[in-house]
């Protein structure tokens, strides 16, 4: 049977990606290179100043923006402003599902004849999915985007909701695609937020995306679904490819990226004043997510009059998927859940917090499964403690692939996941992890698809 490996030294991992830029880039139309210098060698120098600024007066933020750059300085504690939303919403999709869903709570607030317990009972359910800043890194509590957006619905559509919050530091769609059906599926979220910035702008990412939105739009209950595009200090993020799946399947998407990095480059918003490092938003970064979201719901709510929610119907499974849907059948397997045949120096474990049941060995030692897949991939412990190792991992009697843990000086521990490989068709096989002596390794989760 034909198979492809896909070697560590390539493996496509969130944390130390170095991702192509998105968005629009502003460019300098002013003026040409060459005969600038010329003037410069002949002309005086007053006319050298005049020539440079008059090149600076000419760029044009504006070029290729759905809504102009602000003319004046942004106050970053009034929020965003009419044209940083106007760009935010980058695709104000079907709303079908989201009006349904609104027009549902709204009309379970206003039942007079329902006793508050039953109407706990049918609480809307708003589930997040995402990576850091999804899980709230470096904001406070009320200040999450995830926190503004309950607020603002406990507020303002009923207090009658439920929070799912996925969101886990250092994770990808790759690792969301395979957790989502246990961690928020099977939870019958109403309204599911997708968030991941660590995703790469390629095709890898352009596949787990897909198949991830595809499971959400295919629960029984039909949630809305919602894409939320972050950036980083320079730009940089997925929005393109993740675009092309929500675009394909019409869902919204909020562009935090379009609404912010056109404002930095034209100098009117300070990064530093939405982020303390390059990635996360800071309290106010988060809150201004947060108030753009509930915007989109209160001008959804708005229209509901001209949303025809009686036409929403379950995803049609047959329609293409752009991408295969690889990891349409996405799961994890644990230290209970895997078939472990043999077993030499791993014991159980329940660390770290997000991954219990997980098999970790102190000094070494091999542990051999037999998993029924057609791609696998495994999240691991990377560690910073100088005493994780190199795991050898064999299929079938063959070594496919070395996975390194070892994450001495890094920023701290955290768990990475990597594809090893995929198989033309779904089979049984045996897969072994074998670690040095002196080493210890986590097997965290065998992700399987």
Same mark, same amino acid.
């Given at each position: 049977?034909?198979?492809?490996?896909?070697?560590?030294?390539?493996?496509?991992?969130?944390?130390?990606?170095?991702?192509?830029g998105?968005?629009? $880039?502003?460019?300098?139309?002013?003026?040409?290179?060459?005969?600038?210098?010329?003037?410069?060698? %002949?002309?005086?120098?007053? %006319?050298?100043?005049?020539?440079?600024?008059?090149?600076?007066?000419?760029?044009?933020?504006?070029?290729?923006? &759905?809504?102009?750059?602000?003319?004046?300085?942004?106050?970053?504690?009034d929020?965003?402003t009419?044209?940083?939303?106007? *760009? @935010?919403?980058?695709?104000?999709?079907?709303?079908?599902?989201?009006?349904? &869903?609104?027009?549902?709570?709204?009309?379970?607030?206003?039942?007079?004849?329902?006793?508050?317990?039953?109407?706990?009972?049918?609480?809307?359910?708003?589930?997040?999915?995402g990576?850091?800043?999804?899980?709230? !890194?470096?904001?406070? !509590?009320?200040?999450?985007?995830?926190?503004?957006?309950?607020?603002?619905?406990?507020?303002?559509?009923?207090?009658?909701?439920?929070?799912?919050?996925?969101?886990?530091?250092?994770?990808?769609?790759?690792?969301?695609?395979?957790? #989502?059906?246990?961690?928020?599926?099977?939870?019958?979220?109403?309204?599911?937020?997708?968030?991941?910035?660590?995703?790469?702008?390629?095709?890898?990412?352009?596949? %787990?995306?897909?198949?991830?939105?595809?499971?959400? +739009? !295919?629960?029984?209950?039909?949630?809305?679904?919602?894409?939320?595009?972050?950036?980083?200090?320079?730009?940089?993020?997925?929005?393109?490819?993740?675009?092309?799946? /929500?675009l394909?399947?019409?869902?919204?998407?909020?562009?935090?990226?379009? @609404?912010?990095?056109?404002?930095?480059?034209?100098g009117?918003?300070?990064? &530093?004043?939405?982020s303390?490092?390059?990635?996360?938003?800071?309290?106010?970064g988060? *809150?201004?997510?947060?108030e753009?979201l509930?915007?989109?719901?209160?001008?959804?709510?708005?229209?509901?009059d001209?949303?025809?929610?009686?036409?929403?119907?379950?995803?049609?499974?047959?329609?293409?998927?752009?991408?295969?849907?690889?990891?349409?059948?996405?799961? +994890?397997?644990?230290?209970?859940? @895997?078939?472990?045949?043999?077993?030499?120096?791993?014991?159980?474990?329940?660390?770290?917090?997000?991954? =219990?049941?997980?098999?970790?060995? =102190?000094n070494?030692?091999?542990?051999?499964?037999?998993?029924?897949?057609?791609?696998?991939?495994?999240?691991?412990?990377?560690?910073?403690?100088?005493?994780?190792?190199? @795991?050898?991992?064999?299929?079938?009697?063959?070594?496919?692939?070395?996975?390194?843990?070892?994450?001495?000086?890094?920023? /701290?521990?955290?768990?990475?996941?990597?594809?090893?490989?995929?198989?033309? $068709?779904?089979g049984?096989?045996?897969?072994? #992890?074998t670690?040095?002596?002196?080493? &210890?390794?986590?097997?965290? *989760?065998?992700?399987?698809?």
């Amino acid at each position: 049977m034909k198979k492809k490996i896909f070697a560590a030294v390539t493996a496509l991992v969130m944390s130390s990606a170095i991702m192509s830029g998105c968005g629009n $880039e502003s460019s300098d139309k002013g003026s040409d290179n060459n005969e600038t210098t010329t003037a410069e060698t %002949t002309a005086p120098a007053e %006319t050298s100043e005049t020539t440079s600024e008059t090149a600076e007066q000419e760029i044009d933020y504006n070029e290729g923006l &759905k809504a102009p750059v602000s003319e004046e300085k942004i106050n970053i504690n009034d929020g965003f402003t009419e044209n940083m939303y106007a *760009r @935010a919403l980058f695709n104000n999709g079907d709303t079908s599902r989201l009006a349904a &869903k609104l027009k549902a709570a709204v009309k379970l607030a206003a039942d007079k004849d329902m006793e508050a317990p039953e109407k706990a009972k049918h609480s809307t359910k708003i589930a997040f999915i995402g990576d850091s800043i999804t899980a709230g !890194s470096q904001a406070d !509590s009320e200040n999450r985007y995830t926190n503004v957006l309950t607020q603002w619905w406990d507020e303002n559509i009923s207090y009658y909701w439920e929070s799912i919050n996925a969101g886990i530091g250092a994770t990808d769609s790759y690792l969301g695609v395979h957790r #989502v059906d246990e961690e928020v599926l099977k939870q019958e979220p109403d309204i599911i937020f997708i968030e991941f910035i660590n995703d790469e702008n390629n095709e890898f990412y352009k596949a %787990t995306m897909d198949s991830l939105v595809r499971k959400c +739009l !295919s629960a029984p209950n039909d949630p809305a679904v919602i894409m939320i595009e972050m950036t980083m200090e320079d730009g940089t993020c997925p929005q393109e490819v993740h675009s092309e799946i /929500g675009l394909k399947y019409d869902i919204p998407i909020i562009s935090y990226h379009d @609404a912010v990095i056109p404002e930095v480059e034209a100098g009117n918003l300070d990064w &530093k004043d939405i982020s303390p490092d390059n990635i996360h938003p800071n309290n106010a970064g988060h *809150r201004m997510l947060g108030e753009m979201l509930a915007r989109f719901l209160s001008d959804t709510i708005d229209n509901l009059d001209n949303i025809d929610t009686d036409s929403v119907t379950h995803f049609d499974g047959s329609i293409e998927s752009p991408t295969g849907d690889k990891y349409h059948d996405a799961s +994890l397997l644990d230290s209970e859940s @895997a078939e472990i045949t043999e077993n030499e120096g791993f014991e159980n474990s329940a660390d770290p917090w997000n991954f =219990q049941n997980n098999l970790t060995c =102190q000094n070494g030692g091999t542990a051999t499964f037999e998993l029924e897949f057609k791609n696998l991939g495994l999240l691991y412990y990377m560690t910073t403690d100088g005493k994780s190792g190199i @795991a050898s991992v064999s299929i079938d009697g063959e070594v496919v692939t070395e996975i390194n843990a070892d994450f001495t000086g890094g920023w /701290g521990d955290y768990a990475k996941n990597q594809e090893i490989a995929t198989f033309d $068709e779904k089979g049984k096989h045996t897969v072994t #992890v074998t670690v040095p002596e002196g080493k &210890k390794f986590g097997i965290l *989760r065998w992700m399987i698809s």
